[in-house]
């Protein structure tokens, strides 16, 4: 045997308590691998605090990091200014009415961003500041536990 060996990674099965089935992990720490969001907003028009076309609601009680990557690509979007705000909820019901964390994009832009974990739930929602625009933006969030 050589000074050095090479750990390997191997694949696990782990309970998830929250969607009640088993997922796919590894044994590194036994951990999970990452929950995946995708959201979109189409054709948002001039406004504020517009919810993706289908509303998640995102459990990040037990996160160890939250990663959200936002894309201002896709074709139909000609707004220079979006606003991504993360709003978030301490407790059943209450959601914030100033971001919890946020970034701008212009168009044809990628951007991502960490928010720090420690509350109950997030949810995404998008501001278009270009006036006679339409917002066509994409979200990926990322949860680790």
Avoid: H
């Amino acid at each position: 045997m050589g000074a050095i060996q090479e750990k390997l990674r191997q694949e696990v099965w782990l309970w998830d308590d929250r969607k009640n089935e088993w997922v796919r992990g590894y044994r590194n720490d036994v951990s999970k691998l990452p929950d995946v969001y995708e959201l979109q907003w189409t054709n948002t028009g001039v406004a504020t605090d517009v919810a993706p076309d289908r509303e998640v609601e995102i459990d990040v009680e037990k996160a160890k990091s939250v990663a959200i990557q936002a894309d201002t690509t896709p074709s139909g979007n000609t707004s220079s200014s979006i606003d991504i705000n993360v709003e978030c909820q301490l407790g059943p019901g209450i959601w914030d009415t100033t971001p919890y964390a946020e970034m701008n994009l212009g168009d044809n832009e990628v951007k991502t961003m960490l928010v720090e974990p420690g509350p109950f739930k997030i949810r995404l929602r998008v501001d278009n500041n270009t006036s006679a625009s339409t917002g066509y933006v994409k979200a990926i969030v990322k949860v680790r536990e």
